[in-house]
C-alpha cells in the first residue's frame, strides 16, 4: 500500500522559472514531511522539511508547502537552476518512525 | 567530516545464497536505517537501529535481519536470496536532536540475484 504518492514521474522545465513537485499521501497520522533530491549513483540528499504544525517553510530557493486537508504537499524551486536536475522524493513519517517514500519525480531544467 | 559509507558497490548472487551489506555512518551518528530501492520505486524502509537496537522495522520478512555495532557502523544480512531482492540497498544515519530527521544517505549497494 502506497501511503505517499508522486504521481508525476517527471517535470521538464526552463532555466529561472519556477518548478514545481507535488505529492499526496493518505495517512493523516504523518506529522513531519520531507524532500530529497538524488543524483545518479548518489543516494538521496535531504533537501527540506516541513512539521505538520506548519503549512510552509522556506530555505533559499527551495519552499516546501503543506496542506493537511488535502494531504498534499508540493515543493517550490525559484528560480529553477540546470544544477537543479535530479529526482525528487518526497517522505513522510511519523513519530520520528519509520519513513515512507515516494516513488519520485524526475526533474529537467532546461538551460 | 566523514559522510555514510557502505561497501560493496555492487554485487552478484545466485537465487538461495546469502549476502551481507555494510555501512558505516556518519560521525556522530547513532541511529542507522536501512531501505530497499526496486527499479523505478522510492526507498521502502526495512529496519533501524538505534544504540545496537533495532528500533523499528518496515514489512519485510525476518530473513532480512540487522546488527548494529559498538561503533554504530552497520550490517544488513539477507538470508535465502529470491530474485526480488534484486535492489539498491541504502543505508542512512541520524542522530537524535533538532535535525533527527535528516537522514544522511550513502551512495547505495547495488544487489543483483541471479
Known amino acids: 500500500d502506497q501511503q505517499v504518492k508522486q504521481n508525476s514521474p517527471s517535470l521538464s522545465v526552463q532555466e529561472g522559472r519556477i518548478s514545481i513537485l507535488n505529492c499526496d499521501y493518505t495517512?493523516?497520522?504523518?506529522?513531519?514531511f520531507l524532500w530529497y533530491k538524488k543524483y545518479p549513483a548518489e543516494g538521496p540528499t535531504f533537501l527540506i522539511s516541513?512539521?505538520?504544525?506548519?503549512d510552509k517553510n522556506e530555505d533559499g530557493r527551495f519552499t516546501v508547502f503543506l496542506n493537511k486537508s488535502a494531504k498534499h504537499l508540493s515543493l517550490h524551486i525559484v528560480p529553477s537552476q540546470p544544477g537543479d536536475s535530479a529526482v525528487y522524493f518526497c517522505?513522510?513519517?511519523?513519530?520520528?518512525?519509520?519513513?515512507?517514500f515516494g516513488t519520485g519525480t524526475s526533474l529537467t531544467v532546461i538551460p | 567530516e566523514t559522510g555514510v559509507t557502505q561497501s560493496p558497490t555492487h554485487l552478484i548472487k545466485t537465487r538461495g545464497q546469502q549476502v551481507t551489506l555494510r555501512c558505516s555512518s556518519q560521525?556522530?551518528?547513532?541511529?542507522v536505517s536501512w531501505y530497499q530501492q526496486a527499479l523505478g520505486q522510492g526507498p521502502q524502509f526495512i529496519f533501524q537501529?538505534?544504540?545496537?537496537?533495532?528500533?523499528g522495522r518496515g514489512n519485510f520478512p525476518p530473513r532480512f535481519s540487522g546488527l548494529q555495532f559498538p561503533n554504530y557502523s552497520s550490517e544488513l544480512n539477507v538470508n535465502a536470496l529470491e530474485l526480488d531482492d534484486s535492489a539498491l540497498y541504502l543505508c542512512?544515519?541520524?542522530?537524535?536532536?533538532?535535525?533527527?530527521?535528516?537522514?544522511?544517505f550513502g551512495p547505495g549497494t547495488r544487489l543483483t540475484v541471479l
Open positions: 495517512n493523516s497520522m504523518f506529522d513531519y
Open positions: 537501529y538505534y544504540r545496537e537496537e533495532e528500533n
Open positions: 542512512a544515519s541520524s542522530s537524535p536532536g533538532p535535525l533527527y530527521n535528516e537522514q544522511f
Open positions: 517522505a513522510a513519517s511519523y513519530a520520528l518512525a519509520q519513513f515512507y
Open positions: 516541513i512539521s505538520s504544525i506548519k
Open positions: 560521525s556522530g551518528h547513532n541511529t
